[in-house]
Nanobody, 124 residues
Framework: QVQLRESGGGLVQAGGSLRLSCAAS????????IGWFRQAPGKEREFVAT????????YYAGSVQGRFTISRANTKNTAYLQMDSLKPEDTAAYSC?????????????????WGQGTQVTVSS
């Protein structure tokens, strides 16, 4: 079992940057693929990015490709989501999730463990 905690959210102007962190505790962090998802009020949860357990592979939603970067530091039990060139439509609650496995996973139903989320608000 693994526990996840996000941090780094906040209010930023359009065009700005934020870096979200996902700190894990519990079983070996390197056993788990990590995904980031977001949910805006009145909208469905949306996949943002995922990274393999080794960090060697990543995959992004088209809406964030080229602007967001997912990474991880297994020695620190932490994953990151660097968000650049933020847009008002990026405003949402962002959550990280973990699941055991060697692949990349884009569906929220594929993840077993979730953090509580952190709010990102981008003003125009």
């Amino acid at each position: 079992q693994v526990q996840l905690r996000e941090s780094g959210g906040g209010l930023v102007q359009a065009g700005g940057s934020l870096r979200l962190s996902c700190a894990a505790s519990g079983r070996a962090f390197s056993d788990y693929a990590i995904g980031w998802f977001r949910q805006a009020p009145g909208k469905e949860r949306e996949f943002v990015a995922t990274i393999s357990r080794s960090g060697g592979s990543t995959y992004y939603a088209g809406s964030v490709q080229g602007r967001f970067t997912i990474s991880r530091a297994n020695t620190k039990n932490t994953a990151y989501l660097q968000m650049d060139s933020l847009k008002p439509e990026d405003t949402a609650a962002y959550s990280c999730a973990a699941r055991a496995g060697s692949g990349l996973y884009t569906q929220y139903t594929q993840y077993r463990y979730w953090g509580q989320g952190t709010q990102v608000t981008v003003s125009s």
